[in-house]
């Protein structure tokens, strides 16, 4: 049954309403925004850049296809002003379009003159390429004399005689894309241009991205907020509570529950409510069960004290083996009261410590009154079970569960009358083991029945020797039946009497 709990217990643990599922949820949310962001501004900035470059370099295969003189380039225009040169086969400027153009795609500006706006997105743009690890490009630098041989893109094309491109990065952080193509017979066409459209296509990217980056971190906020509010504060509550615990205070310390959380907290605020309330019953119980020690003891040392003092004093030989008698009687009480008070004081130790086994109530109680027979105990103990002798299984110690019964017997022994009868009964009802002790006494009486549970209580039959109990035995039964899951009450006997009731879970 614990087992079924622990693990229904694990389950609820699994859900979505679980704290830790919670907890992972938002962490992992911005985690994965951010992770998304950075791949894909990587990726488009990629793609843009080789989209770029394949279509400058289709523009410079074109145009050699084209050409068929140097005077035809002058000619060309873009509707970006993109840059074309021709270079003949020893490396000599042929023509360049820009050198009557009013058009230019790009001029290479100084960045000290950029305003603040500007120099803080391409400062911007080289973090963020930084952090994605894009790869280093080029510097780009116009040599004079203007030459094919300062182009590696010009190189590639003559040697191979395919299209070649090159990626450089200007001073002011703009990106030159250039392409070389073969002309057959005349030399090589050389296409500058510039990317910035790029630059600005991904700073709106960027942009947008920074919105949600902003939109995840407020709901990330809002969210920390929220378990600062259903977490942080209840358990800053709960370790305040239990520091005044462990300080002393716990007497005056009221636990908060949190009856309305239904998750790990509130599970862990009504079990440290729980524990407080069972520890201070506990220091109580200490503190009774110390006060009613000293005043049990008391009492016998006191006589034992005065006996002994009156010893000295006396010469009759009479007298003296009567206060010998009296220091015999007050040795022996305090000696069964310690013996008593020692098994009431580790009884809950144990019972914590001891593996429950299946027990044969039924078999108990017949080897008990065998016991109380062969003994020749009078009045004498009768056994009497409901239905056809069966086993009668519960879970529990069948050592304790004998003292139970010895105790309640004894109890039963004590008050019957000379000739009366002792009745122990066992049997089973539904999911539930009945014990009853039954005796032929005066019965125990109505205003008593909630007192004589408690420890050192003591209401003794009239003529029996002052000192023969302790008062300890009815409460350890108690404690015992307890600690089994059961409960023990009294009632009265229908012949007259006393008739003690325990009622303990079958297995």
Do not use: C
């Not at 080289?126 to 041989?149: C, H, I, K, N, W």
């Not at 350890?476 to 007259?496: E, K, N, R, S, Y």
């Amino acid at each position: 049954m614990r087992a079924e709990v622990a693990v229904q217990e694990w389950r609820r643990g699994l859900g979505f309403g679980s704290l830790r599922a919670r907890i992972f949820a938002v962490n992992l949310l911005a985690v994965i925004v951010l992770a998304i962001m950075l791949l894909y501004l990587d990726t488009v900035r990629a793609r843009l850049l080789d989209e770029r470059a394949d279509a400058i370099s289709n523009e410079a295969l074109a145009i050699a296809g084209l050409v068929r003189d140097s005077a035809g380039l002058e000619s060309l225009s873009f509707a970006r002003g993109t840059r074309v040169r021709l270079y003949a086969n020893d490396g000599g400027l042929l023509t360049d379009n820009w050198h009557n153009a009013t058009t230019r795609s790009f001029a290479i500006e100084d960045p000290a003159l950029f305003s603040w706006r500007r120099a803080s997105a391409k400062r911007i743009d080289r973090v963020l390429e930084q952090l994605l690890s894009a790869r280093t490009l080029p510097p780009y630098a116009e040599a004079m004399p203007d030459r094919a041989g300062q182009w590696r893109e010009v190189q590639i094309a003559r040697q191979t005689g395919k299209p070649a491109t090159e990626l450089r990065r200007a001073i002011d952080g703009s990106i030159i894309v250039g392409a070389a193509a073969l002309v057959p017979g005349l030399g090589v066409v050389h296409l500058l241009d510039n990317a910035e459209d790029v630059s600005r296509i991904l700073r709106a990217e960027r942009l947008t991205s920074f919105w949600l980056l902003v939109s995840v971190s407020g709901l990330t906020l809002a969210l920390s907020l929220y378990l600062t509010r259903t977490i942080v504060r209840p358990l800053r509550m709960l370790a305040i509570a239990a520091h005044r615990v462990r300080l002393g205070r716990s007497r005056e310390v009221v636990v908060p529950r949190l009856p309305d959380r239904k998750d790990e907290i509130g599970a862990l605020a009504r079990a440290i409510s729980d524990m407080s309330i069972a520890l201070r019953r506990q220091i109580d119980a200490t503190e009774a069960f110390a006060a009613d020690v000293a005043h049990e003891l008391k009492n016998p040392l006191a006589s034992l004290r005065s006996a002994v003092d009156v010893l000295d004093r006396v010469d009759q030989p009479a007298l003296r083996e009567q206060l010998m008698g009296v220091i015999r009687d007050d040795v022996g009480r305090i000696d069964r009261l310690i013996t008593d008070i020692a098994d009431a004081s580790r009884l809950d130790a144990e019972l914590s410590r001891t593996g429950f086994q299946p027990v044969d109530v039924g078999a108990l109680a017949d080897g008990l009154v065998a016991a109380y027979g062969i003994a020749g105990r009078q009045p004498p103990v009768l056994v009497q079970r409901d239905g056809l002798p069966a086993p009668v299984m519960i879970d529990g110690d069948a050592g304790r569960l004998a003292q139970v019964l010895r105790n309640l017997i004894d109890n039963a022994i004590s008050f019957s009358p000379p000739g009366g009868a002792v009745t122990l009964s066992v049997a089973r009802r539904g999911d539930r083991v009945h014990m009853s002790v039954g005796d032929t006494g005066p019965g125990v009486p109505l205003a008593n029945r909630s007192d004589i549970f408690r420890r050192f209580y003591s209401e003794r039959p009239a003529g029996e020797d002052f000192g023969r109990h302790s008062g300890l035995g009815l409460s350890i039964a108690a404690a015992i039946v307890t600690a089994h899951g059961g409960q023990i009450m009294v009632d009265d006997a229908p012949g007259g009497g006393g008739l003690f009731h325990v009622i303990l879970p079958a297995a």
